[in-house]
């Protein structure tokens, strides 16, 4: 049965622990303003996926007008880590906080579970396949199952290159960590 065609009564949303504890965290900061300025900051590589959504933003702090943010690089030698750092600031700068500080931390350790359900979905949107646990690489335009690696490295360094037998639709797959 195809995904699209279950209907919202048969399914179960259910969180990964790991990005339940963010959401949890998240919901429970006295800095929600922020949270939602900084909902507005995008991945440089991947358009249109929020550093939330990938997983990336970790914590916000704002204490005596300095505001703190912490981020974790889906890899500590990740080359859009500056352009991140850099867009949260100006995010933050242009809605009136001046004192912004991110924090680049490597624990705990980005891993693809932190990545939110709507990420994933945004990466199918990028025709980008979302890191699975199984050996199945669904196709993330036609949906086939029947995929074949062609490359272990990919567009960057958290991805593979993989094509659709199905629909011979050549595609990122990113790799679960």
């Known amino acids: 049965m195809h995904p699209d065609s279950l209907n919202s009564v048969e399914v179960i949303p259910t969180l990964h622990p790991m990005f339940a504890e963010r959401v949890r965290a998240r919901k429970n900061s006295p800095c929600g303003e922020i949270w939602q300025i900084l909902d507005s900051v995008y991945d440089p590589e991947l358009p249109g996926l929020t550093l939330w959504d990938l997983g990336v ?7 005596n007008d300095i505001v703190n943010v912490v981020i974790t690089p889906t890899y500590s030698g990740c080359p859009a880590v500056d352009a991140m750092s850099e867009d949260a600031k100006k995010a933050l700068n242009s809605a009136g ?15 693809t579970d932190m990545i939110s359900p709507a990420g994933r979905q945004q990466l199918k949107a990028l025709h980008i396949a979302p890191p ?13 199952n029947k995929t ?15 094509r659709c037998d199905q629909c011979m639709e050549v595609f990122d797959y990113f790799k679960p960590l």
């Not at 699975?132 to 086939?144: A, E, L």
């Open 97 to 111: 906080y001046q004192q912004v500080e991110v924090e680049v931390v490597l624990t705990p350790a980005w891993n």
């Open 57 to 63: 933003l970790q914590d916000v702090k704002h204490t």
């Open 148 to 162: 074949q690696v062609l490359s272990e490295f990919g567009s960057t360094a958290c991805k593979a290159m993989y």
């Open 132 to 144: 699975s646990k199984n050996d199945t690489i669904n196709c993330p335009v036609c949906h086939s």
